[in-house]
């Protein structure tokens, strides 16, 4: 079993950017697929961005492609969401997971998430 514990969250302005992290621990991060989802207030959950266990492959939703990019260090146990021309629809509570083996399909453990807020 894997711990995720997102950081990097705060208020930021519109147009700024910010990098979140995703520390593991518990086991080695190099076995899962992770991602990104966030919830903004009063809508459901979405996938914003997804890298296989290696790096080689990753995939952003369109709301943010060009503006989010995901990377890892496994030598580091972390994934990292780079976040940049931020709008204040990006104001959600953001989400870590890892899912064993692929990257599609359900996630298997998650963090309990870090609160970006960008103001206009």
């Known amino acids: 079993q894997v711990q995720l514990v997102e950081s990097g969250g705060g208020l930021v302005q519109a147009g700024g950017s910010l990098r979140l992290s995703c520390a593991a621990s518990g086991r080695t991060l190099g076995s899962y697929a992770m991602a990104w989802f966030r919830q903004a207030p009063g809508k459901e959950r979405e996938s914003v961005a997804r890298?296989?266990?290696?790096?080689?492959?990753?995939y952003v939703a369109d709301s943010v492609k060009g503006r989010f990019t995901i990377s890892r260090d496994n030598t580091k146990n972390t994934v990292y969401l780079q976040m940049s021309s931020l709008k204040p629809e990006d104001t959600a509570v953001y989400y870590c997971a890892a899912r064993n083996g692929g990257w599609a399909g359900a996630m298997d453990y998650w963090g309990k998430g870090t609160l970006v807020t960008v103001s206009s």
């Open positions: 890298i296989t266990r290696s790096g080689g492959s990753t």
